[in-house]
């Protein structure tokens, strides 16, 4: 009897353990970012235009910018977006981070605009 049990331990100890598989990371879910609002629609102020994690987009006329890069509308009222020619503020965080290596050139941008709604 003692000697079953052994030979049933010594079998658990010969296997080796499950591998951890080293570059296999959880199943994340994605962030969706984006246009979340298309040009010519209305919205509410504090409403989110876009969602970004690199300058891809500018905030033109009453539109913020948020800390994580979002932009968002201030008043209500129609949004347009136009391709525009940038003039940046080098101070900005964000503008040293994303447009270090194009100071000194003229380029392009998309802007998001926001028109008043009439009464």
Known sequence: ????????????????????QKNSSPKV????????VQDGHQ???GYILVTQRNLRFHP??????GRNGTLFAIIPGTVSVTCEKVDLNWD?????????HRKGTE???KYFNRTI???
């Open 1 to 20: 009897m003692n000697l079953s049990i052994n030979v049933v331990l010594q079998d658990l100890l010969a296997r080796k353990p499950a591998e951890v």
């Open 29 to 36: 879910r994605p962030k969706h970012r984006g246009w979340k």
């Open 43 to 45: 919205v509410q102020a």
């Open 60 to 65: 033109g006329l009453n539109v913020g910018l």
């Open 92 to 100: 900005h965080t964000w503008i040293q981070r994303c447009y270090a």
């Open 107 to 109: 380029f392009f941008k």
């Open 117 to 119: 709604l009439g009464n």
